[in-house]
């Protein structure tokens, strides 16, 4: 393997830059002789170039061709223009003699007119594609029915071409692709990769001695705001034990959870160093997840969560379920609010320390699985099956 070419055809400037990253110190690591080419949106490339250099990943990011990554709303435009840089992506790793080419993310329309142009052409390069939120289509089809012909599920179901694998995040997407007949063989899957800055477990928290708990709210939420609202609303009062801290902000306004939340950030991300202030504050992290909507992706917010060693309290979902039984109990679970009402309310009572650190030692046990260097192997097993005689 001597050249490899990472495509992100969609992301700007910070978007999506943490998973980037991670992946490319993950090809890295899988193939370390090869030279790498990172094609992005030029803020992006930019954005994902400091966080390796921040990372102490040494992967020479050397000028690429800048990707003009805006598409128009129509889908039936989009689907054009996208089939036009598809062409012209395939063409020029052909032209560098790329051995392999990883698109990092794809929409919809991307991935059907990717398997058009492979299908097409005589020898194609290895090719790997990077499949995120889309497949939630698979379980809902939006309302402009107009659109379905290019939807997700016309996507999946044209036959995917033998240069092409797709990669899902997760166990669980893999299995409810094969539920619903989705998976035609070309899919394989690599967790979710991350490079995790805090290095060793923290001290032991705040609360252990007797203080409040603080509990964390992750991500852009924009999901679940009425269920967030109504436990915490249950556990406003001082006496509960408890308080909460928005690490994330609201990515859609919701003025019961916003009146709950001090500091309460509408449509406003945090940096990354407020990010890390902020979860350095909170003992656990509360995370009540969209089930469906778990089948399909994988959350970088629980990621986050480990990154901080922060146990936390869980609406069970897919995903969490499957996280739960490969790496152990990394905090609390619960099939209902109710049952996660009570949960909390014995934990605000009777704090263990004994549990907290088992708690941890779970998550010590399930950041190995997202470690570039820890899925370099299952990567080359994907691309390469019989590496190191690859050529």
């Known amino acids: 393997m001597k050249k490899i070419v990472v495509v992100e055809p969609q992301c700007l400037a910070f978007e999506h830059a943490q998973f980037n990253a991670a992946l490319l110190a993950t090809i890295a690591n899988a193939f370390p002789q090869a030279g790498i080419s990172f094609w992005a949106d030029a803020r992006h490339h930019a954005e994902v170039a400091l966080l390796l250099r921040e990372a102490g ?16 709303r129509n889908q039936w435009r989009c689907l054009i223009r996208e089939h036009r840089f598809n062409q ?25 007119s ?15 594609a990077f499949v ?3 497949l939630a289509g698979l379980s809902r089809r939006g309302k402009r029915f107009w659109n379905w012909p ?39 899957h690599l967790d979710h990769p991350y490079i995790f800055s805090s290095p060793s477990l923290p001290r032991e928290p705040a609360c252990a001695g007797g203080r409040t708990i603080a509990v ?23 006496a509960s034990g408890f308080r909460f801290a928005l690490v994330g902000h609201l990515a859609t306004p919701y003025p019961a959870l916003a009146r709950l939340l001090p500091d309460a950030r509408v449509y406003q991300p945090v940096s990354y160093a407020a990010f890390a202030s902020l979860m350095r504050g909170v ?77 941890q030692d779970a998550i010590c046990r399930a950041r190995n699985h997202f470690e570039p260097a820890c899925l370099a192997p299952r990567l080359r097993s994907i691309v390469a099956p019989d590496w190191p005689h690859t050529s």
């Open 114 to 128: 990717l398997k058009l142009v492979l299908g097409r052409m005589d020898s194609p390069p290895r090719t790997l």
């Open 216 to 238: 964390g709210l992750l991500g852009a939420l924009r999901r679940s705001q009425e269920q967030y609202a109504e436990l915490i609303g249950d556990f406003s009062g001082s």
């Open 57 to 72: 990943v040494g992967i020479p990011m050397p000028d690429s061709p800048a990707i003009e990554a805006h598409w128009p």
């Open 283 to 359: 003992d656990y992290v509360l995370m009540l997840p969209d089930r469906d909507h778990h089948r399909w992706a994988v959350s970088c917010a629980l990621l986050d969560a480990y990154n901080h060693f922060k146990p936390g309290f869980f609406l069970n979902t897919p995903l969490v379920r499957e996280y739960r039984e490969r790496f152990g109990d990394f905090g609390y679970f619960a099939d209902s609010l109710q049952e996660l009402r009570t949960i909390m309310a014995r934990v605000g009572r009777h704090f263990s320390p004994e549990e907290y650190r088992s708690q």
């Open 88 to 112: 012209r992506v395939m063409a020029n790793a052909q032209g560098e003699s790329a051995d392999l080419v990883v698109f990092s993310s794809i929409s919809n329309t991307a991935l059907l």
């Open 132 to 134: 995120h939120s889309i």
């Open 150 to 188: 290019l939807g997700i599920r016309t996507a999946v179901s044209v036959p995917t071409p033998p240069a092409l694998t797709l990669i899902g995040l997760s166990g669980t997407i893999l299995r409810s692709l094969a539920e619903l007949h989705y998976d035609d063989g070309g899919w394989a």
